[in-house]
């Protein structure tokens, strides 16, 4: 079965740092773009950073450039995204998607950002 | 404010069809194929159609994607009270160069 698990998320204070991390499973993790996708409570969804299979692309939604990064290791079929100087604003599940535009994504993990 | 508006809310009778419409621009659904999600409450999204119109294994064919233009729509046919969720389009935008998806839809079967 083709699954995406996170991890990592939880409470930290405005201006603190978060590692999630997601291990994929069931599929050929290093063939396909990655994805983090995030929502926030009661809104809609948002896309935050892709990159490509092998590292040597990566995009980011403008509201995170430069706070987060995006990383992967294929060795251990396995997608990061560090969160950096997070703000209330960035308070979201975030999730995991397999591809640039998703087609198939992880549960999820909750960031509450708040003093 | 989205780059793809979608209609805040849609309901229908059980048995009906809806159609949920998703209006973008030449940057994105008028160069960049569509993909619509299904998102129940305090679950993840799960993928209904990619590249416009095409239904992964064990999507039923109640569900459709077209598009036209700048525009894309889903329709859902014969309408079951276990389709009520929340639906997204999303696309990649080549002016913005990220993926946009549309503010969500909300089907209620009446």
């Known amino acids: 079965e083709e699954q995406l698990v996170e991890s990592g998320g939880g409470l930290v204070q405005p201006g603190g740092s978060l590692r999630l991390s997601c291990v994929a499973s069931?599929?050929?993790?290093?063939?396909?773009?990655m994805s983090w996708v995030r929502q926030a409570p009661g809104k809609g969804l948002e896309w935050v950073a892709n990159i490509k299979q092998d590292g040597t692309q990566i995009y980011y939604v403008d509201s995170v450039k430069g706070r987060f990064t995006i990383s992967r290791d294929n060795a251990k079929n396995s997608l990061y995204l560090q969160m950096n100087s997070l703000r209330a604003e960035d308070t979201a599940v975030y999730y995991c998607?397999?591809?640039?535009?998703?087609?198939?994504w992880g549960q999820g993990t909750l960031v509450s950002v708040s003093s | 404010q989205s780059v793809l508006t979608q209609p805040p809310s849609v309901s229908a009778a059980p048995g009906q069809k809806v159609t949920v419409s998703c209006s973008g621009s030449s940057f994105n659904i008028g160069y960049n194929p569509v993909s619509w999600y299904q998102q129940f409450p305090g679950t993840a999204p799960k993928l209904l159609i990619s590249?416009?119109?095409k239904r992964p294994s064990g999507i039923p064919d109640r569900f459709s994607g077209s598009k036209s233009g700048t525009s894309a729509t889903l329709d859902i046919t014969g309408l079951q009270t276990g389709d009520e969720a929340d639906y997204y389009c999303?696309?990649?935008?080549?002016?913005?160069?990220?993926?946009?998806f549309g503010g969500g839809t909300k089907l209620t079967v009446l």
């Open positions: 998607a397999r591809k640039g535009l998703p087609d198939l």
């Open positions: 069931g599929f050929t993790f290093s063939s396909y773009w």
């Open positions: 999303g696309v990649w935008d080549n002016r913005l160069s990220v993926v946009v």
């Open positions: 590249d416009n119109d």
